[in-house]
C-alpha cells in the first residue's frame, strides 16, 4: 500500500527535464521581448535622430521671392502654425487687446477691433491735440493684423500718411526690391514719397517669413533699411565705421535685430518722408531728445497750447536694450518667440505673444520659481510703472491747461516758449513710456526715471508761467 502512494507522487512530480525545457523556454520568450523592445528603441532613435537632422520637409522650393507664408508654411509646418495664431486677442491685465464687435462699412469692413485707448483714458487726446493720433488710437493686435489696422485707421482720413508707414506695417522686402529694380534702398526712398493709399497698392502681406528669412539658408536676416541704417549710425557713434548688421551682427544679436527693424522709435525727415531711427547720438531718451533738438524736428504744433510737440512710437529696442535681461544677453525671441520641443525638434515658437501668456517657456527656462509668482513679480512692475504714467500724465494736462489760460490770457509767444519747451520734453518722454508696450517692464528703473523726468519738466513749465511776466 505504502509502495502504491509513493510511486503516484512521483508521477505527479515533473521531472527535471520538464522543467529545464520550460525554463528554457521562458527565457526564450524573454529575451525575444528584450530584443524586440530594443530593435523599436533603437529604431526609435533612428527616426528621432532622421527627424532631428531634417529640420524641415522641401515640400516646395523657396526663393527670394516666396513672399506667401503659406508657401512657406508647407516647408515649416510647426512654425506656420505659431505664425497663424497671431491672430489670438488675449488681454494681459496691462497690455494685449480683446475682440471687440463692429459693424463693417464701406470704408472699413473690419468686423472685429480692439478697445480704444483713447476711451480709456481720455487725456491722451489733450496730450495730441490738433494731431491725428488723438483721433484714433488703439490697442495693440497680432502681426496677423499690423496691415489690416493700418489701413483703416481713421487717422488715414484726418491726415495724408506717407508709404514711408508700410516699413513697419507690411511685408515690404520685394516691393522695395520691385520699385528698386532689385535695390533694396532706392526702392525704400521711392516708396517713402508715396502717398499711403499707392503705396498700399503694392503690398499684400503683413510681416511674413522672407522679411526675417534668408530663402536659401533660413538664416536671420534685418532686411528693413530703416534699421540698417540706423544701426549702422548707432555703431559709428560708439567707434564703428560702415557696421554691416548681416554681416556683422552675431545670431544671438539677430534674435533681437530683427524685431528692432520695427519696434523702434523713428521719424520722417523731410520732405521726401524718409525714414529716420534717431540714433546717432545713442538709444536712451535723453540721447533721442537732443537728435531731435538739434535736427529741430517737429512732428506737429498742439493745437492748444502752440508747442511744437513730438509723437514718440513704439521704442521697445530701444527701451530693452537699458535693461536686465538686454545686458545678460537675453534676447527679444528667447522671451516673446521661446524655443520649444516639438517631437525630437526644437524649434522658435513663431506665436509671437506676451511671455505673461507663456510663462511656462518664456520665463521658467531661467526663472525657477512658479508661474503665479513670476506673474505677480511683472505686474507689480508694471503697476508701479502704470501709477508714475498717470502722476505724468495729470502734470502735463496741468501744464497744457496753464499754458492754454495763459495764452487765453494775451501771453505772447516769447512769454510762452520757455514753458512750451518744457511741454515738448515733458510729453515726448511720457509718450515714450506710453508707447512703448511694457508697460516698463523691459526697464523698469529707466522707465520710472523717464517718468520722474516728465514730471519734473512738466512742473518746470508751470513754474516758467508764473515767473514770466504778466501783460
Not at 14 to 35: D, E, M, N, Q, W
Not at 200 to 207: A, D, E, F
Not at 253 to 276: A, D, I, N, P, W
Not at 385 to 413: P, Q
Request: net charge neutral.
Amino acid at each position: 500500500m505504502a509502495e502504491n502512494v509513493n510511486d503516484s507522487s512521483a508521477e505527479e512530480r515533473p521531472s527535471g527535464r520538464g522543467r529545464t525545457v520550460k525554463l528554457i523556454a521562458v527565457t526564450a520568450f524573454i529575451a525575444t521581448l528584450v530584443a524586440v523592445g530594443g530593435v523599436a528603441l533603437l529604431v526609435n532613435i533612428m527616426e528621432r535622430k532622421q527627424e532631428g537632422s531634417n529640420p524641415f520637409y522641401r515640400v516646395v522650393e523657396l526663393t527670394d521671392e516666396t513672399e506667401d507664408a503659406a508657401l512657406w508654411g508647407k516647408n515649416f509646418p510647426l512654425q506656420y502654425d505659431g505664425y497663424q495664431r497671431t491672430v489670438d486677442q488675449i488681454r494681459t491685465r496691462f497690455g494685449g487687446s480683446e475682440a471687440l464687435p463692429r459693424t463693417p462699412s464701406a470704408a472699413d469692413p473690419r468686423s472685429v477691433v480692439a478697445q480704444s485707448k483713447l476711451e480709456e483714458d481720455p487725456r491722451l487726446r489733450v496730450m495730441w491735440a490738433g494731431y491725428a493720433f488723438s483721433k484714433d488710437f488703439r490697442e495693440e493686435r497680432g502681426h496677423a493684423f499690423m496691415l489690416e489696422d493700418q489701413t483703416y485707421t481713421e487717422r488715414q482720413q484726418v491726415a495724408r500718411q506717407p508709404g514711408t508707414c508700410m516699413h513697419c506695417h507690411a511685408s515690404v522686402y520685394l516691393p522695395y526690391k520691385r520699385l528698386g529694380e532689385g535695390d533694396l534702398i532706392r526702392g525704400f526712398e521711392k516708396m517713402n514719397q508715396m502717398p499711403y493709399s499707392e503705396a498700399r497698392k503694392l503690398v499684400n502681406h503683413p510681416v511674413t517669413c522672407i522679411d526675417c528669412h534668408d530663402p536659401n539658408t533660413m538664416q536671420l536676416r534685418v532686411t528693413r533699411p530703416g534699421f540698417i541704417e540706423g544701426i549702422r549710425a548707432l555703431k559709428a557713434g560708439e567707434g564703428v565705421e560702415n557696421y554691416d548688421v548681416n554681416a556683422q551682427a552675431s545670431r544671438q544679436e539677430m534674435r533681437s535685430y530683427v524685431c528692432g527693424q520695427c519696434h523702434v522709435e523713428y521719424y520722417f525727415k523731410g520732405t521726401e518722408k524718409r525714414l529716420v531711427y534717431p540714433w546717432a547720438n545713442g538709444l536712451k531718451v535723453d540721447d533721442i531728445m537732443a537728435y531731435y533738438e538739434a535736427e529741430k524736428f517737429k512732428d506737429w504744433t498742439h493745437a492748444e497750447t502752440g508747442a511744437e510737440a513730438l509723437k514718440a512710437q513704439h521704442p521697445e529696442f530701444e527701451m530693452w536694450n537699458q535693461g536686465i535681461h538686454s545686458r545678460s544677453g537675453v534676447a527679444c525671441a528667447d522671451c516673446h518667440m521661446p524655443y520649444k520641443r516639438v517631437g525630437a525638434l526644437k524649434i522658435s515658437d513663431h506665436h509671437v505673444r506676451s511671455p505673461l501668456l507663456n510663462i511656462n517657456q518664456a520665463c521658467q527656462t531661467c526663472h525657477k520659481w512658479p508661474e503665479e509668482e513670476l506673474r505677480a513679480r511683472v505686474e507689480i512692475i508694471q503697476e508701479r510703472t502704470f501709477r508714475l504714467r498717470n502722476l505724468a500724465m495729470d502734470a502735463l494736462v496741468e501744464l497744457i491747461n496753464d499754458i492754454k489760460a495763459a495764452r487765453a490770457a494775451g501771453k505772447s509767444d516769447a512769454e510762452l516758449a520757455p514753458s512750451r519747451n518744457f511741454q515738448r520734453k515733458a510729453q515726448f518722454y511720457l509718450d515714450f513710456v506710453e508707447a512703448e508696450n511694457s508697460t516698463g517692464f523691459h526697464a523698469p528703473q529707466e522707465a520710472a526715471r523717464i517718468l520722474g523726468e516728465s514730471i519734473n519738466f512738466s512742473r518746470q513749465g508751470q513754474v516758467a508761467l508764473r515767473s514770466s511776466p504778466s501783460k
